[in-house]
């Protein structure tokens, strides 16, 4: 139903200084009605002189449509069903409970969420989709566009929108930035390399080795952690750090401490040439583990969801036996000062960590967190609090 005193025309229909106006909205009122689209209410009295309401016939809506030369909503989600149908075979399980949440809610005329005049935008999302689970290393967003969409700037400009949204939703890692959740299927800003420090030498299938143990550390590039071979490490301790900062205060404070720590810094959510090294090295660590000597493994980060998930990764994936290193109450309170608030939003993002078993020793400091309101970055803890762990 429409009333004519709340549409855009009604200025044009009690035009009193031009009756033609009202005269041609009739005329085009009774085709449509012609038409079975809709149906013409009249006041007693004023037939075909003044409409009171206009009902549109909802079963004829897909004709509206094409009379005004547009495409119906059935035909626009029954053509983006067929564009996102690739997406059931897709090797990814995330992906494909995406897609079928997706085309159920399509097949049932709802949108979900997604923008049906861009089936284009969709189609360029379903070719990124499918070619993510080819990318062995990590590799530059522009480049990976510009081989998949044949536009080094298409990605940024039309996909990653479409992108972050599903991977927030669907991955299992709780990233804190755009580009962790990006890094975590393959894709980085531009290339980097993997910093570590300590007592460690890389053994490389082409020859020779490289050792971290040089002041300030080192940093190596993806080919190369590629190409190891071996690893010797001289050190009681292996230590992950989340952040850039105190990876390099904590790498100086070691070195002039004259402690033998391995160090390696992970970017926040590590990257795959990052995890290749971790892998390689929690190898070497199990080897270890079962001689004298065992090495002890620490992790370092925010006290916040993001590092709390970063740690239970690194765990599950590499270190069995990792443990937190000053991301604990008494750590936090000494600190909180420092702290950032955050949201009620953020806040039910902690509830369910806490509701999940797997992040069960982490609900005394979640705890205090909601209790206090606030997260805390690592920068915050003073580099020398860490010299006993290193």
Known sequence: MVDC??????RDYFDEMNHRKREEIHLALEE???????AIAWPRFKQGIEVDKVYLNYEAVDKAYRLAGLTPKGDQLTALRD???PLQDHPWEWVRRWWAETDE?????????LD????????ELVQVLEALPAVEDSVPKRLFSQSVLGDSKAFEQRVEKRLLPLLKRYL???????EEYL???????HPQLVLLAGPIVLQLAQGGQVSADVPGGLGVSGQTVKDICGLIIDAPRLITVENLTSYHELVQQAQKAGKRAVIIYTGGFPNREIQRLLRRIGEEITQIDAQPGKIECYHWGDMDAGGIAIFEFLQSRFFPALQPMLMDGCAYLRHVDKG???SGEYGEKLRRLQREPRYERWCPLIEKMLACGKWLEQEAIPVSEAEVHI
């Open 5 to 10: 005193d709340d549409a855009s025309l009604a």
């Open 32 to 38: 449509l009605a012609s038409e079975g689209i809709v």
């Open 83 to 85: 564009t996102l149908r």
């Open 105 to 113: 809610a399509l097949a049932a005329r709802k949108t979900a969420r």
């Open 116 to 123: 049906i005049d861009d089936r284009s935008g969709y189609q």
């Open 172 to 178: 299992d890692e709780a990233c804190d930035r755009d």
């Open 183 to 189: 890094q975590a299927v393959g894709l980085l800003n």
């Open 340 to 342: 950032i608030a955050f």
